[in-house]
């Protein structure tokens, strides 16, 4: 009898990581992680190079093929799972036109307004299940047409980072429902692209890929990409979905009203529902579900790890590979509070609660005595802290969540679970597999995808819980007023973020 592996590439916003996991015993063998870097040209500006994407999936495969002794021909399905909300234009035969535009990418703002003049907000919610906001695909697409006119006439296809990765694979320009809500250009309900919106803006409709269920079988390894990875030529590649739908299913989140939390570069609380969630005020929004049918609700925001990790290049600028573990304990060794010292994590923008590309990053309270421990105990209370305003957005909504299932790299760190269970008053749980459960999400969706699982339910067996850390009354009621604050900050600073997004951008004067 045949053993059958499976293979998931995730590309994240630092790299790549490729895990290989035992379709019969439910297990990861192991993984492999290249990174990669990301440009910021501009302030508000995040690129990444396709051709590092490419070099990332050859390698991790050829490495972990190599590592595990696992036959080629053993492995059933390829599947993925990549950050959401991006642009790659490519031409008819699959060259990228230039470095991709990525998620946390803030310039379309001027882009973002004219998609509200085409389109009512109140009604583009309702149709995408996206607010308006430039780190959509539409607006960022819109960018490109207005500055670089020649390059999107060549365009034939836009392409996210998952999907750029299944076209080096199999010859193939598709996408998937979880990555296509993402782009505030598709019918979240009706599950197709919004072809009356898409002219509307004046785009070219050709250039959006084909759009299927998480779970189809889009192509096989060719010839070439067999030589370059390692791969047979001829296995099975399934198109995955965007991490959030990913990273839903590899937390165990498959039944209505089940939560969880993810804490990687970005950070959101997302809810598994059978029907979208609408906001009033539009703080969160809602994706495609990898399962058909159900959709994910969440509040996502910009920088957490992304935030820790700016702090450790700010102390530790010649580099440490102990940086993050000795952060930890010196925040470790601060009370709640950090002395009185409050951080606004909004070092690119924000999305939830406040949808503010112009929002900036701000350490509030300095005084002599702080010092990196109260810098690094402040970062973790920002993070958490915006996560809140987050989960008070969720439960106005009459979602319920009884506890916090985190995952993603920042669920390592014990002071953060810590910080996050007395912020938010819940109960931390953890998986066994903390950061490959985006992964697991695509690996599901592939073992589905090739009939080696029934359907979803199969996280049942695959995602093992642990309870980790409960919230302590006292420091919960600390952070309570502390909330409270750091909202009045945000607001007290608002004004000002919109001055300094006009002189940053050589127009002092222009914004009043």
């Known amino acids: 009898m045949t053993h059958h592996y499976l293979l998931a590439h995730d590309l994240g916003t630092t790299g790549n990581k490729a895990t290989l996991f035992d379709a019969e015993e439910g297990v990861a063998l192991a993984s492999i992680f290249e990174s990669y870097p990301t440009a910021y040209p501009q302030p508000g500006w995040a690129e990444q190079y396709p051709a590092d994407w490419q070099r990332a999936i050859w390698q991790c495969t050829r490495r972990l093929l190599s590592q595990t002794g696992v036959e080629s021909g053993a492995i059933a399905a390829v599947s993925f799972s990549g950050h959401m909300q991006g642009v790659l234009l490519v031409d008819r035969q699959g060259t990228p036109l230039g470095r991709a535009i990525i998620w946390a990418d803030q310039r379309a703002t001027a882009q973002a307004d004219f998609v509200g003049l085409v389109c009512d907000a109140q009604a583009l919610y309702h149709l995408t299940g996206q607010r308006l906001s430039p780190t959509y695909t539409a607006p960022k697409v819109l960018w490109i047409k207005e500055h670089y006119p020649r390059v999107y006439n060549q365009a034939y296809k836009v392409l996210q980072a ?71 030529a001829g296995t099975p590649v399934v198109i995955g979905g965007g991490d959030g739908a990913c990273a839903t299913v590899g937390a165990g989140s498959v039944r209505e009203g089940e939560a969880y939390a993810y804490l990687g570069s970005s950070s959101w609380i997302a809810v598994t529902t059978r029907q979208p969630i609408y906001d009033p005020q539009q703080r969160t929004f809602t994706l495609a579900h990898l399962i058909p049918g159900f959709y994910c609700s969440l509040g996502t925001m910009q920088a957490a790890g992304g935030a820790y990790e700016w702090l450790e290049r700010l102390l530790y600028p010649e580099g440490n590979a102990q940086a993050l573990q000795t952060m930890d304990t010196e925040a470790a060794s601060i009370p709640a509070g950090a002395h009185g010292l409050l951080f606004l994590p909004y070092l690119m923008g ?25 810098f690094a105990r402040a970062v973790l209370e920002g993070v958490a802290l915006n996560l809140g305003l987050i989960l008070e957005a969720l439960q106005a909504q009459k979602v319920q969540i009884s506890r916090l299932l985190l995952i993603g790299g920042g669920a390592k760190s014990a002071v953060w679970r810590q910080i996050l269970a007395d912020v938010l008053e819940l109960p931390v749980w953890l998986p066994a597999l903390t950061t490959e459960a985006t992964a697991l999400g695509a690996v599901v969706a592939g073992g589905v995808g090739v009939g080696l699982f029934a359907d979803f339910s199969v996280v049942d067996r695959l995602v093992c819980l642990r309870e980790a850390e409960q919230p302590e009354p006292a420091r919960h009621q600390h952070y309570a007023a502390l909330l409270d604050l750091f909202r009045q900050t945000y607001e007290a600073l608002n004004p000002i973020f919109a001055k300094l997004a006009g002189l940053a951008a050589g127009k002092p004067g222009l914004e009043k």
């Not at 999305?351 to 002599?368: D, E, F, H, Q, T």
């Open 350 to 374: 924000e999305r939830s609660p406040y949808w503010n590309p112009r929002a900036r990053g701000a350490l509030v309270g300095l005084a002599m005595p702080h010092g990196q421990a109260e």
């Open 162 to 232: 998952k999907d750029y990765a299944a076209f080096l694979l199999t010859g193939v320009f598709a996408t998937d429902y979880s990555d296509a809500s993402a782009t505030l250009l598709f019918d979240l309900v009706g599950r197709r692209w919004a072809s009356d919106l898409i002219a509307a803006l004046g785009l070219n409709g050709e250039i959006f890929p084909e759009v299927h269920p998480s779970t189809t079988i889009i192509g096989h390894v060719t010839p070439a990409a067999a030589s370059a990875s390692g791969l047979m």
